[in-house]
């Protein structure tokens, strides 16, 4: 019975040992990040190692501004689209945490590109000259980004929006 105790005495030191060094000065030391923990902040802008998101909300759908495909011709023909393009996720910029935190956050990889398929067909009215142009949408999360360093909200009114689909335009002249 002796043994046991001393040796949980001892234990007992040198965990009070380790935790005594967990001060102002623990929290201090920055934390490089690796291949599977790469960050989204721009090299001159704050990064924080233990970040999470917070205030995760839905912005609903958009549609984006860099046109996936397009098709035009003279009037009294049909103009089709139809391919197969990857689209990424697309991000705020400067956004201080982990491509992982952001991910874990939003609810879905951010990291990896989705294909999108581009399938539209539009008549164009005789004597007239149209022009079809496919978008993609996306569906987007607006948060906050907090660090459980500082124990605050260090970054307000991020967003990513992920690839869903595609939104058309179409154009007679």
Request: net charge positive; aromatic share 8%; hydrophobic share 35%.
């Amino acid at each position: 019975m002796m043994r046991r105790t001393a040796r949980f005495g001892a234990m007992a030191v040198a965990l009070t040992a380790c935790l005594a060094g967990t001060g102002a000065t623990a929290q201090a030391h920055s934390v490089s990040p690796t291949a599977e923990t790469r960050t989204v902040s721009a090299a001159d802008a704050p990064f924080y190692p233990y970040g999470k998101l917070v205030h995760v909300k839905s912005v609903g759908t958009k549609c984006g501004k860099k046109p996936l495909a397009k098709a035009s011709g003279p009037g009294g023909t049909r103009l089709g689209i139809s391919e197969t393009k990857s689209v990424s996720t697309t991000l705020s910029k400067n956004i201080g945490v982990t491509y992982n935190a952001i991910s874990a956050g939003v609810g879905w990889d951010v990291e990896k590109s989705r294909s999108i398929t581009v399938s539209g067909t539009r008549e164009v009215s005789r004597g007239k000259h149209g022009t079809l142009t496919a978008y993609t949408k996306y569906s987007g999360k607006k948060f906050d980004v907090y660090d459980n360093l500082q124990f605050k909200v260090v970054q307000k009114n991020k967003t990513a929006y992920k690839p869903i689909g595609v939104c058309f335009t179409y154009t007679e002249k």
